[in-house]
Antibody, heavy 117, light 107 residues
Framework: QVQLQESGPGLVKPSQTLSLTCTVSGGSISSGGYYWSWIRQHPGKGLEWIGYIYYSGSTYYNPSLKSRVTISVDTSKNQFSLKLSSVTAADTAVYYC?????????WGQGTLVTVSS | DIQMTQSPSSVSASVGDRVTITCRASQGISSWLAWYQQKPGIAPKLLIYAASSLQSGVPSRFSGNRSGTDFTLTISSLQPEDFATYYCQQANSFPVTFGQGTKVGVK
């Protein structure tokens, strides 16, 4: 079955860019019909959707983060990536990648990113 | 953005209890609603999609219903493994939005 796995630095300095990659296995990003999303969860809080990318490269970002977010896809590696610029402590969270259609399934295990100097 | 309001924010229950969680959308979302279960330190798990369709592998004690812009998740007989936090999510339009969560704890 399809599995997702996040990877990237667990510690980012304030004002720098957070970069994460989600590797998809057991299925192809290019198969279509799904939107590949990033979702985050601040410690002890609820879920916040960051944005998605379709295999064709079309994207949609949450307006609350739009000015700082870039999501890209590399179909040859079956990966999609998140860049969040100018981070602050408020961006400390667990970041999940997930496959979306009518609901998100599956999810990656999540990766904690801490913003601190 | 569509606001999703869940109630209650927490509920205390015993094994065997029937538990119902409500989610209200700020505008019409048809049946574009999903429910998730999340346990500490683990990614959310999809339980219900399209308001009332049970995700494959999810026990039948979980069910979802819709009445207008009000949605319910019901656990017919709470099991020990069901103590967790539950979230609703609207999939009608972007940006996708989630409810604030309902924690089901031990009475």
């Amino acid at each position: 079955q399809v599995q997702l796995q996040e990877s990237g630095p667990g510690l980012v300095k304030p004002s720098q860019t957070l970069s994460l990659t989600c590797t998809v296995s057991g299925g192809s990003i290019s198969s279509g019909g799904y939107y590949w999303s990033w979702i985050r969860q601040h410690p002890g809080k609820g879920l916040e959707w960051i944005g998605y990318i379709y295999y064709s490269g079309s994207t949609y970002y949450n307006p609350s983060l739009k000015s700082r977010v870039t999501i890209s896809v590399d179909t040859s590696k079956n990966q999609f990536s998140l860049k969040l610029s100018s981070v602050t402590a408020a961006d400390t969270a667990v970041y999940y990648c997930a496959r979306g259609s009518n609901g998100f399934d599956p999810w990656g295990q999540g990766t904690l990113v801490t913003v601190s100097s | 953005d569509i606001q999703m309001t869940q109630s209650p924010s927490s509920v205390s229950a015993s094994v065997g209890d029937r538990v119902t969680i409500t989610c209200r959308a700020s505008q019409g979302i048809s049946s574009w609603l999903a429910w998730y279960q999340q346990k500490p330190g683990i990614a959310p798990k999809l339980l219900i999609y399209a308001a009332s369709s049970l995700q494959s592998g999810v026990p039948s004690r979980f069910s979802g219903n819709r009445s207008g812009t009000d949605f319910t998740l019901t656990i017919s007989s709470l099991q020990p493994e069901d103590f967790a936090t539950y979230y609703c999510q609207q999939a009608n339009s972007f940006p996708v939005t989630f409810g604030q969560g309902t924690k089901v704890g031990v009475k």
